[in-house]
């Protein structure tokens, strides 16, 4: 079975094709913005345009347009190829990137708006100890932290915190098939990892 991976919550943009669970082609730019563009054509240039039998996206949390833009191509392709579309969270998959082939416990420390950071922890077996918490940098330092950092904003937390330097900064479609099974959904709905800014005016 071939599986096509998205991934575009953060400034990274990646897309991955795997077949039987070895990985065939992949690509990876870190553009910022314009997800919206490249997004499809670098599905294209892998082989066989990228066609595979499931889809598994990014669900974030992360950047709200690079998600929705990754969740509308990924579920307009499931239509097109008649293929399976599956979810995953973006935080466990830097997890699995940080831990390897150990069984590390992982914090992962990505940008969240408004100043704050998405922080969540990680066991040995890549499944959330907690959940994903929206939270000031100076909360974020102050939390007790795993072994291993991982995230955009990683490499902050351990400045602040006195820990060792991260490796892993963006997530990258290459390592999708690491993400834990049982954390993959059919209900392809962004993860926004914290309350809307908007609230509905009062009575």
Known sequence: MRILAIETATEACSVALFEE???????????????????????????????AEEIRVSLGPGSFTGV?????????????WRARVRGYPTL???AAM??????????????????????????????PIDAVASVAPDVAANRDLRAVLAGSKAEDLALQAGAASPTVALPDARSALRVPTSLLSDSIAPLYGRAPDAKLPGR
């Open 21 to 51: 669970g070895a990985l065939v082609d992949a690509r990876h730019e870190v553009l910022g913005r314009g997800h919206a563009e490249r997004l499809v054509p670098m599905i294209a240039e892998l082989p066989d345009r990228g066609r």
């Open 68 to 80: 929705r833009i990754g969740v509308a191509v990924a579920r307009a392709l499931g239509i097109a």
């Open 92 to 94: 466990a998959l830097v």
């Open 98 to 127: 940080a831990r390897g082939n150990n069984d590390a416990c992982v914090t992962v420390c990505m940008n969240g708006g408004h100043g704050e950071w998405f922080v969540q922890d990680f066991g040995g077996d890549g499944l």
